[in-house]
């Protein structure tokens, strides 16, 4: 069987090296995923947090995507500009942040940075407002 592996891996080079490619990022990701500092949260359990805990919302999308609307006393800080106007949240870094953006891709940025500045308790929208939009949540135009 080994004989079969190396001939195919002399006669295909370039698959062996895609594997061995993909296989490195997803170990990476897992790796990157296993030991960041905050958690994913869904939906559902974002609305169940907020109901049980004072909760600051940190909405880190960019101005004009927060036309539609924004999930209620969110506090609008572009993902790019929160390390710089972090002592803007400093007042909450005791209570509950939940960090959205539009799909839950930026938001997970801005809670590593969070996490960085010693906020303990920081939790990202999973799938964002997108998520929250398709689990038929309020929003609030304000």
């Given at each position: 069987?080994?004989?079969?592996?190396?001939?195919?891996?002399?006669?295909?080079?370039?698959?062996?090296?895609?594997?061995?490619?993909?296989?490195?990022?997803?170990?990476?990701?897992?790796?990157?995923?296993?030991?960041?500092?905050?958690?994913?949260?869904?939906?559902?359990?974002?609305?169940?947090?907020?109901?049980?805990?004072?909760?600051?919302?940190?909405?880190?999308r960019?101005?004009?995507?927060?036309?539609?609307?924004?999930?209620?006393?969110?506090?609008?800080?572009?993902?790019?500009?929160?390390?710089?106007?972090?002592?803007?949240?400093?007042?909450?870094?005791?209570?509950?942040?939940?960090?959205?953006?539009?799909?839950g891709?930026?938001?997970?940025?801005?809670?590593?940075?969070?996490?960085?500045?010693?906020?303990?308790?920081?939790?990202?929208?999973?799938?964002?407002?997108?998520?929250?939009?398709?689990?038929?949540?309020p929003?609030?135009?304000?």
């Open positions: 069987m080994l004989a079969q592996i190396s001939e195919f891996a002399m006669n295909h080079p370039y698959l062996v090296i895609a594997f061995v490619v993909l296989l490195a990022l997803v170990f990476f990701n897992e790796l990157k995923i296993a030991t960041q500092r905050f958690a994913s949260l869904t939906p559902a359990a974002a609305v169940q947090l907020m109901n049980q805990e004072d909760v600051v919302v940190l909405d880190v960019e101005p004009s995507e927060t036309i539609g609307g924004k999930i209620a006393r969110a506090i609008q800080i572009p993902v790019g500009a929160v390390a710089k106007r972090i002592d803007e949240l400093e007042k909450h870094k005791d209570k509950t942040m939940l960090v959205y953006c539009k799909t891709a930026r938001s997970g940025t801005a809670c590593r940075e969070l996490s960085k500045k010693g906020f303990d308790k920081v939790y990202s929208l999973n799938g964002g407002l997108m998520a929250w939009q398709e689990a038929h949540l929003l609030s135009k304000k």
